[in-house]
């Protein structure tokens, strides 16, 4: 049984004062007690703890190229996310086995030190870097698998289907031959992940859905074939990310994206619509009868010049949210919560949207109730705070650092979201285990050798 006392603990929406936190042998919140003085025993005494966020949006080897795509290419007069996706292939075609699982775990304890405690890899990288499958077809899924367990934070691994190169193009283009799959390939390695937890006593910290790249890389028989057949598991699709993506679906199927999915197939709690940056109020409050979720990632967003998500919208009408890293140029849940707000202000001229819109009587409570909320839809996992029944993970804010420091206590939420969002945490705790984060020096000088034999 793990126990922590919290002098302040974000319970329920609010902070409480004295908690006690009781986890069972399994993982899991076995009770929560308010308002009680600290045990006279050996039980951490923490100042300031919040509940661990879902990262519910990971490309793992993109981690790879984060920072390193801000330059103009030659010849080409602009750039944009059609330009940045050709340099993303060329990565891809340099990252093996060995390399993935290097990044991934250097990027999963980069989470956790941020205050990520799950993460869901929208895994699309499969076959070997001329196109053929492994002896083993799930190698490079397996290798995330055991990154994660190593770095301690829990998992929903996304075997990811990519058929097609465009609307009406079958086929993939030579730069996207690793990719290559079909739905039987992704429902089986769904299958695999999900016996192996069980398995091994760990589907508490790794279980499995199952996620279609895009509209244009699948047809439209796939996706009903998968959808028909995953059962309850996750189910995750890029969509509606980029104008020209719409324009594209609507010449070629005569509907826009979010509406193709709503007529077509039909959206349920399983589905979580990555990025649907440029979707309608109309569409946005289907999505929300519908019960599917949404998952945003808005430096991503922004680094690649998507647009801005109608976010008031959203939550006028309801519609379920989470955050994620995307090609992680972030990687700390904060500042995804604070670019989410900021990039509405810009646009709007208004402050507080979040608070406004959400109904809460702070921005920081609104974006973090939000993402706490949707992490568990994302991940299919059992992530709702500070509850009986939850997955005991909790973050220990370092109220001794600078950004935190002289901040009344009940502003602590605020001055860590909007104030200074790559504050890292003191201390965490996956499934009422503590994890250190920080990499070995054997995981340091791998990354770093990787990195000078991906960019040599």
């Not at 509209?215 to 439209?220: E, H």
């Amino acid at each position: 049984m793990t126990r922590l006392w919290c002098a302040q603990a974000w319970v329920e929406g609010d902070w409480a004062s004295g908690v006690l936190l009781e986890a069972d042998a399994q993982g899991y919140w076995q009770r929560i007690t308010v308002g009680v003085s600290a045990p006279d025993d050996d039980t951490p005494r923490l100042a300031c703890v919040i509940p661990g966020l879902v990262n519910a949006h990971s490309h793992a080897f993109q981690r790879t190229m984060a920072g390193l795509a801000e330059r103009l290419v030659p010849d080409r007069p602009g750039d944009d996310f059609w330009g940045w996706r050709e340099r993303m292939y060329q990565v891809a075609l340099r990252v093996g086995p060995a390399e993935l699982e290097i990044a991934a775990e250097w990027l999963y304890r980069e989470m956790l030190q941020a205050g990520f405690t799950q993460v869901c890899e929208f895994h699309y990288l499969h076959r070997d870097p001329e196109g053929k499958a492994y002896a083993d077809s799930a190698e490079l899924g397996l290798a995330m698998v055991r990154a994660a367990e190593r770095a301690g934070i829990g998992l929903t691994l996304l075997p990811t289907l990519y058929m097609h190169r465009g609307f009406g193009q079958p086929g993939l283009h030579q730069t996207q031959r690793r990719f290559a799959s079909t739905p039987d390939d992704v429902l089986g390695w769904q299958a695999r992940i999900q016996a192996e937890a069980q398995t091994t006593g760990r589907t508490h910290l790794l279980n499995a859905g199952v996620a279609l790249h895009s509209l244009r890389a699948v047809d439209g028989d796939a996706i009903r074939t998968v959808a028909q057949s995953l059962g309850q598991a996750p189910l995750h699709i890029h969509v509606a990310e980029q104008t020209r993506e719409v324009e594209d679906c609507v010449q070629h199927w005569g509907q826009r994206p979010v509406e193709w999915l709503l007529d077509q197939v039909g959206l349920d709690t399983r589905w979580n619509l990555v990025h649907a940056t440029h979707t309608l109020p109309h569409e946005l409050a289907d999505i929300a009868r519908s019960g599917a979720a949404v998952v945003l990632c808005p430096t991503t967003e922004a680094n690649l010049g998507d647009g801005f998500f109608n976010f008031p919208c959203a939550l006028e009408q309801g519609v379920n949210w989470s955050i994620g890293t995307d090609s992680h140029v972030n990687r700390h849940p904060a500042l995804e919560l604070q670019w989410l707000e900021y990039g509405q202000r810009l646009q709007l001229r208004q402050r507080n949207l979040a608070a406004r819109h959400g109904h809460a009587a702070s921005t920081a409570a609104a974006l973090f109730e939000g993402a706490l909320k949707g992490g568990s839809a994302a991940s299919g996992q059992a992530l709702g705070g500070f509850r009986v029944g939850q997955r005991a993970d909790a973050v220990a804010l370092d109220t001794e650092s600078a950004p935190l420091v002289g901040v009344p206590s009940d502003h602590r939420l605020d001055a860590w979201v909007m104030g200074q969002p790559s504050l890292p945490v003191a201390h965490v705790w996956v499934a009422g285990q503590l994890r250190d984060p920080r990499p070995s020096e054997a995981l340091r000088e791998a990354w770093q050798t990787m990195m000078q034999d991906v960019w040599s």
